[in-house]
């Protein structure tokens, strides 16, 4: 992850979207006070909070460890993958 300071990223701001769009490579951007944000793409952005809403999802999490258990050779309360994610309701 890259650091810059305000001036530093406006003067750079071309070079700096490009690198995190092409690299998803998101850039700290420092203010002269306590102020600094994070800069990352926006398909970036919707995965980050894709994936955070799985992790809020209880029943989700929970099929998930027992996947885990089940692929480790302990028992586990199902036998295929639809079972893992019966849970999930597809839109």
Do not use: C, W
Request: aromatic fraction near 6%.
């Amino acid at each position: 992850m890259q650091t810059a300071n305000v001036k530093t990223y406006r003067q750079n701001l071309a070079s700096f979207h490009q690198r995190v769009i092409d690299e998803h490579d998101p850039v700290i951007v420092t203010g002269p006070r306590d102020g600094d944000v994070v800069v990352l793409s926006l398909k970036d952005f919707e995965s980050l909070n894709a994936s955070l809403a799985v992790m809020r999802d209880k029943v989700t999490m929970e099929s998930l460890r027992l996947a885990e258990l089940r692929l480790a050779g302990e028992s586990a309360p199902f036998k295929t993958m639809n079972d893992v994610f019966a849970d999930v309701v597809e839109s």
